[in-house]
């Protein structure tokens, strides 16, 4: 049983396209996030929900739209995406303060 | 510069060497301390969690954390070429505003040949 899943694996889209990811987890964690490694591996936090409540939100383009409909989803809206945005997106959740899982990731590939 | 520094590598050792990945940090208030393994196109998985300084030991795992120094350390003993991923240190601090806001070095690649 996967334990924190995303949907789609790949996503190829041109610029200026609107897109979503899907994250979903049977872990019965309160917290969920989003995070994004660029080309470098380099992973940095974008936001987290704690019970669908939004508690971080690192300064990401307001072209990003986090929703959370219910404890164990929490979905990534990107608007009108940019060249920059090509990059491997993960949901991860927890318990509060405590140790993170991650999902296998979305590579997203903006042309 | 950039909170935690990590040597990105890439680091080759021969199978049944001893590696050490290492990462220093500025931020004096992280109490938690992790490492990640990240295989080819798969997600973080968590391997070591050390709460302040001290040692931890998991099998072939050793994470050690100095904080005098911001200083964590992770030791692979016996390495195999299973062992061959990114190795990613991550860690936070205390108090609401840091509440699950993990901090990542950039990874170190490690290649263990046979």
């Known amino acids: 049983d996967t334990a924190v899943s995303q949907t789609p694996k790949y996503l190829v889209t041109q610029m200026g396209n609107d897109k979503s990811i899907k994250c979903e987890q049977n872990?019965?964690?309160?917290?969920m996030y989003w995070y994004k490694q660029d080309s470098k591996k380099f992973l940095k936090i974008m936001f987290s929900?704690?019970?669908?409540?939004?508690?971080i939100n690192e300064t990401v383009p307001n072209r990003f739209s986090p929703k959370s409909p219910d404890k164990a989803h929490l979905n990534l809206h990107i608007n009108s995406l940019e060249l920059g945005d090509s990059a491997v997106y993960f949901c991860?959740?927890?318990?509060?303060?405590?140790?993170?899982?991650f999902g296998p990731g979305t590579r997203l590939l903006v042309l | 510069q950039k909170e935690v520094e990590q040597d990105p590598g890439p680091l080759s050792v021969p199978e049944g060497a001893i590696v050490s990945l290492n990462c220093t940090y500025s931020?004096?208030?992280?109490?938690?301390f992790m490492w990640y393994r990240q295989y080819s196109r798969k997600g973080p998985e968590l391997l070591m969690y050390t709460y302040s300084s001290g040692n931890k030991e998991d099998g072939r795992f050793t994470a050690q954390v100095d904080k005098s120094s911001k200083y964590i350390s992770l030791f692979i003993r016996d390495s195999q070429p299973s062992d061959s991923a990114t190795y990613l240190c991550?860690?936070?601090?205390?108090?609401?505003?840091?509440?699950?806001?993990?901090?990542f070095g950039q990874g170190t690649t490690l290649q263990v040949k046979p």
């Open positions: 991860a959740s927890s318990h509060p303060e405590e140790t993170q899982y």
């Open positions: 931020n004096s208030a992280f109490q938690y």
């Open positions: 991550a860690m936070s601090g205390l108090g609401s505003s840091n509440t699950g806001k993990l901090i």
């Open positions: 929900y704690n019970n669908k409540e939004l508690i």
């Open positions: 872990l019965g964690h309160d917290t």
